[in-house]
């Protein structure tokens, strides 16, 4: 595991330690509080664990702050059955110093002890983040970045991060089980792998069979995953032009038990042709991705929407039967596409479900501009209503990765990939949020997230 040399430098903490004593002890005499330690984050500078041991009591909650200002809360951290409890300190400012109290819960309650807790310098790379208009939207945001995924609030303020550089991309991603997945830690595992909030790796998610896509995994509250996967035939090109056998790389798609077990798996092999790409000139052609699946949305009727980029098509697929429901976008489009002044899109990226009967997706295109775009579609009437766009500048371009994400109020969030652009609009695809300094990085993926806490995250599902 990598860390920065500011982590090296480490976290400096001074943990107050006391033994067990009747002055902390409850109304039970079984109560007894016997000592914290306090370790430094194993990732960055701005996060501590704090192993606490206590007797008698259910849950321990720390309440920390820095001189002047209002003190924050953790959520509960339960004891096991060993009587420690480890709760995380997050979200700390760099070269700070913390005061810390150890809040232990029920039955009753009591302040057991105080600890201090100082933090290090952030590391060169982290960037310097400034938002440009009014955000009401609670939350921190996710970029990830070719250094590392880094966390901001709602000031642009760095709160989070993992030096983690990957050649090809970053993609971080939070999910509903309260875990962070990151692809491509270790060089050798092309593989996602699974972290707390601290950023520890608890676990790995791979294909079973088959090569791991980096482009999209979602975990879902129950600790299943839906993950993209490579599957790479040799085919004969010779009937269109081609060589009579070219590595040709179609996408399946699998769901995965939290133990990694196979459940489902979806071959795009076996419902799309070779034909199928914007291109049907295979001549000189040495391998091929044909399929490029990039994106896994969950529709509100149990169904799922795969995004093909080389296909420039968004695919519904019955979850129970793995039956095409429609094909939306490229050549095998069967929708009438209503209001879009572009016609249709190209190389999407970022396909969500905003509710019954609406998607949204970052149309990357083949030439400026990218748009962030909103459909309403019409199973029925094979219709496709574009309700808005947002294009951020007529120049602005990216022609890979971006992604989107849908809020609770209506408004949405895109990442214009390579232009680093972050924008978060409102419900009717007008600008109210933007980040600034990080233009011309690539932000692969930016996702809001409510907490930086897991058991909040989840519980805000």
Known sequence: MRKSAALAAGIALVAGLAGACSDNTGPDTSQQYLGSQVTPGPVNVLSAEIEIRATGYDSVVLLYARAGEDSRRTPAYAFGPD?????????????????????????????????????????????????????????????????????????????????????????????????????????????????????????????????????????????????????????????????????????????????????????????????????????????????????????????????????????????????????????????TIVGDPKGTFERQHGTRVVGPGVIQLLDNSNEAPSRFLRYEIDEGALTATLLWEYIDGAGIHTPVGGSTQVYGDGGGLVSFGREGRVVEVDDMGIKRWELTGIDEAYVFRAQRIPSLYAAERTAAQ
Not at 155 to 176: C, E, I, K, S
Not at 239 to 262: A, E, H, I, K, N
């Open 83 to 335: 009587s420690m409890a480890h709760p995380a300190l997050l979200g700390l400012a760099a070269n700070s110093l913390y005061t810390v109290e150890v809040l232990l819960l029920g039955p009753g309650e009591s302040i057991a002890d105080t600890l201090e807790a100082s933090t290090g310098t952030l590391p060169d790379w982290v960037p310097s983040v400034t938002p440009v208009g009014t955000d009401t939207t609670p939350g921190y945001l996710i970029l990830s970045i070719p250094e590392g995924p880094v966390i901001v609030d709602n000031t642009g303020t760095v709160v989070w991060y993992r030096t983690d550089p990957d050649p090809t991309l970053v993609n971080f991603q939070a999910h509903p089980s309260g875990e962070y997945t990151v692809f491509g830690l270790n060089a050798e595992i092309r593989a996602y792998s699974i972290l707390d909030e601290l950023g520890r790796v608890t676990g790995q998610i791979e294909c079973v069979g088959f090569g791991t896509r980096p482009h999209e995994i979602r975990v879902l509250p129950d600790g299943a995953a839906l993950a993209l996967c490579d599957d790479t035939r040799v085919e004969d090109l010779s009937p269109y032009g081609g060589s009579d056998s070219v590595p040709v790389t179609w996408t399946v798609v699998q769901r995965l038990s939290s133990d990694g077990t196979l459940e489902w798996e979806w071959f795009t092999a076996d419902h799309f042709e070779l034909t199928d790409g914007p291109s049907n000139n295979f001549e000189g052609v040495e391998a091929l991705n044909l399929t490029h699946g990039n994106s896994i949305a969950l529709d509100t009727d149990g169904n799922l929407l795969f995004s093909f980029r080389n296909l420039d098509e968004i695919t519904k697929v019955d979850a129970a039967s793995g039956a095409v429901i429609w094909r939306f976008g490229g050549t095998r489009n069967e929708f």
